[in-house]
């Protein structure tokens, strides 16, 4: 047997086990890949909310970094909670040594219920550290205005704002329409020097989407690390996240999490 895909996950930790880490460690688990991770905040949540945030110093979290693309190496980086411009230029250190790993970076910036999960003044050092280095950005529609500066809040929009990422950037964006209305959720993927790409699935009326943001990205780092195109990475993430949300246990008493593992027998064979 051929030794999994290997994929290190620099992230927060969440208490609940629908996003951060723990969403990342499922994902990856259930779609073949090896898990390591760099955990960057400790996250006190469940599916009422965010209610404390223990930072991790960046110098540790750079630490377990190394340790692992030294020892076991990687075939793709995911990026997710990067809270601080400390941790982030740490980060970017490590990423500068690395330069054949793609990187899959989720630019998190607000937890489902609402608490910040990137400093104000962090923003900027995202969008010249990290945002620059990635193979492909994963954005909503929301993070997209807090980079860009001006609001998306419709299809046109969306489109405007991946073609204006990319071209900033200069990396791959896939464009999340989760926060805009219709009976499809609209992810749109731009690749550069490449015709945009839509990816639609139905959209289901659930509090239980959790760790959406977290799963999607690291379903698309495994794919990556695999060796699968990007677009063939997005289209079978996406897949994997809606059967996610469509097989969601119901916990808890506010945004529950997706069901991860169970999905591996729901999804099609890869193409």
């Not at 540790?60 to 230029?89: F, N, T, Y």
């Not at 991946?162 to 999340?176: N, Q």
């Amino acid at each position: 047997m051929s030794a999994p895909p290997r994929v290190l996950v620099v992230a927060g930790s969440d208490s609940g086990g629908g996003a951060g880490i723990q969403a990342d460690i499922k994902t990856l688990s259930a779609l073949g890949a090896y898990a390591m991770t760099a955990v960057t905040a400790i996250t006190v949540q469940n599916t009422l909310g965010v209610s404390a945030v223990h930072a991790i110093p960046p110098d540790v979290a750079a630490a377990q970094m190394r340790a692992c693309l030294d020892d076991i190496g990687a075939d793709a980086i995911k990026l997710g909670m990067l809270h601080s411009v400390p941790l982030i230029e740490a980060v970017a250190a490590v990423l500068a040594d690395y330069p054949a790993i793609p990187v899959i970076a989720d630019p998190v910036m607000v937890a489902k219920g609402g608490a910040a999960l990137l400093q104000s003044e962090a923003v900027g050092a995202l969008a010249e550290h990290i945002l620059p280095r990635a193979y492909v950005m994963t954005p909503n529609t929301e993070e997209a205005a807090v980079l860009l500066g001006e609001p998306v809040q419709d299809e046109a929009a969306q489109e405007r704002a991946a073609e204006a990422l990319t071209s900033r950037f200069g990396a791959a964006v896939l464009l999340k329409g989760g926060h805009l209305s219709g009976a499809g959720v609209l992810n749109l993927l731009l690749q550069p020097g490449a015709p945009v790409e839509r990816f639609v699935s139905p959209r289901l009326e659930t509090p239980h989407t959790h760790g959406t943001g977290c799963t999607l990205a690291s379903a698309i780092a495994a794919g990556v690390a695999a060796g699968l195109p990007l677009a063939a990475a997005v289209e079978r993430a996406c897949r994997f996240v809606h059967a996610g949300i469509a097989n969601a246990p119901g916990f808890g008493q506010g945004h529950g999490p997706i069901d991860h593992l169970s999905t591996r027998f729901r999804l099609e064979p890869d193409a």
